[in-house]
Each structure stands twice: as C-alpha cells, then as structure tokens.
C-alpha cells in the first residue's frame, strides 16, 4: 500500500483531470461564504468528516442488518439513507479537495472515485430491493462497502484537513520562555520569533500581544508572511498560500479554507520581556 500510494502521489497523469475537475469545483461553489460554510469554518471543525459519518454509518448497520433474517425493510432503510446524505458530503468533500496541493490531489481523485464506485453500487442496491431483488441488493451493497473503504483509506492516508501546526507544540519545551522585548515589538506588525525551533508569531495591538503558532494549520502555510487585514472588525493574519485567515486576538478560523482555529500560546510580560509557554 505504501508503494500504492507513492505512485499515485507521482502519477502526473492524473493532472489533466485533477486540474480540470478542481477549476469547475471552484467556479461553481461560491461565494465565499459557501466555501467557508462547507470547509467547517462555523465549526472551527472540517464538516466532511463529521457529515462521513451517516453514511458510512448506515451502511455499515445495514451490512449487519443484512445478515439478520426479516429485516429486509430496515436494511432498505438504512441503505437509502445512506445514499441520500453521501451526496452533500461528497459536496463538502469535493470543496476540501480543491484546496489541496497537486500530490495530495492526485490521490484525492482516486478517493474520490473509489466512493463514486461505492455510491453507485449503494444506489444499484436501493433500485435492486425496492424492485425485490434483495439478493443482488445485498451483494452491490458489500461491494459498495467494499469500494468505500478503500477510499477512505487513501484519505486517511494523506491527512486533509487535519490541523498541520499543533503537532509543533509537541517540540516545545515546558515553562515559560522569553520571546521578545516588548519595547522592541512594532504596533500592528507581523513578527516571527522562534521558541525551541519552534516558529511563533507576535502581534502587538497596544499593551496587548498575540503569541500563536507561525505555521498555517491547513498546509503549514508561513503566516509570517501573510498580511494582516479587517475582517468583521476584528484583525486577522491572511495565509499566503491558500488565504486562510485568523482572528489575531484569539486564533479563530474566519475564512477556510482552513476548518481549525490557530493555535494561540499563553503570555506575560516580566520586567519589560515578553514571555510564551505551552497551552
């Protein structure tokens, strides 16, 4: 499998298609606000995986109920729910993928067309059973849990939208630590220190200074090297890469496509030194 998933990561060929797919994704979930609303940000959570779990979950209850004698129309059930809300999260699913990097992309298609297969099976098994072919309702049913699962592995796999910052506190040592002098930091300005390798960056808005992890949580963007804007009244840092923003005063998520809140550190200023520690 690991072999699998190198060749895929490198299979150039799949670019044509990938690219394509991705400026149609783009183009038709807008606004912003659509975007944001299918990434999570109003969770400060992705919702792909949170809306994943109906459908698989009725599927595999239905794999179950399958094997129970008199359940034909619990079964039925449980696989057109299934089928129903697949499609929303695909929807959700598709909005993530098109803020990937290439490889991570390449890979996302062969997932994504793993749970199509699945999908079509499921929907090949509810048209079976409502017409009273159970039998072969069930055998597409375990070959679309079958197709399913293969590509929630490739998923996991790849770890989108799973917070890529907060494994960097991990690196950082216990107790407080100097930071900067506070007489040095400039007012509204973006400024990237390092604490035990650890890149943070600092935010001074009067006596007030923000202290949060550097790396962007969505693909390790360096929002040192963003720019800071209003946004809803508050200040937030935009991500360069994939224009992320962040609350400044607290690390809240206010634009995807980033779905997780910015790791902010605990601060206090000793004898004109600001220090940081872990949360």
């Not at 129970?68 to 057109?80: S, Y």
């Not at 960056?201 to 007030?208: A, F, I, N, P, S």
């Not at 693909?219 to 991500?239: F, K, T």
């Amino acid at each position: 499998m690991r072999a699998l998933m190198t060749k895929l990561e490198q299979a150039t060929a799949l670019d044509r298609a990938g690219d394509r797919l991705q400026r149609a994704v783009q183009a038709t979930l807008r606004p912003q606000r659509v975007r944001d609303l299918l990434h999570g940000v109003f969770l400060g959570h992705p919702l792909h995986p949170a809306m994943v779990q109906v459908p698989v979950g009725a599927w595999i209850s239905a794999a179950v109920v399958d094997l129970l004698p008199g359940q034909r129309r619990a079964a039925t059930t449980l696989v057109a729910l299934g089928t129903v809300s697949a499609v929303p999260a695909a929807v959700a699913g598709l909005n993530d993928w098109a803020e990937l990097s290439r490889d991570q992309r390449r890979v996302g298609l062969v997932h994504a067309a793993a749970n199509t297969v699945g999908l079509t099976l499921y929907a090949g098994s509810l048209a079976a059973r409502l017409t009273g072919r159970h039998g072969v309702g069930r055998a597409l049913a375990y070959l679309g849990l079958g197709a399913a699962s293969a590509g929630a592995y490739l998923a996991y796999k790849q770890g989108a939208q799973v917070s890529q910052s907060v494994s960097e506190l991990h690196r950082m040592s216990d107790g407080w630590q100097p930071v900067a002098e506070l007489a040095g930091l400039p007012q509204r300005t973006l400024v990237t220190r390092e604490v035990d390798d650890v890149s943070v960056l600092l935010y001074r808005h009067g006596d007030e200074v923000t202290v949060m992890l550097e790396r962007c949580p969505h693909q390790s963007g360096p929002l040192g090297e963003g720019e800071v804007q209003e946004i809803a009244g508050h200040a937030c840092v935009v991500c360069p890469w994939h224009g992320s923003a962040f609350r400044l005063n607290g690390g809240e998520v206010v634009h995807g496509p980033s779905a997780t809140d910015q790791q902010v550190l605990p601060t206090r200023i000793v004898d004109g030194t600001l220090q940081t520690r872990l949360p």
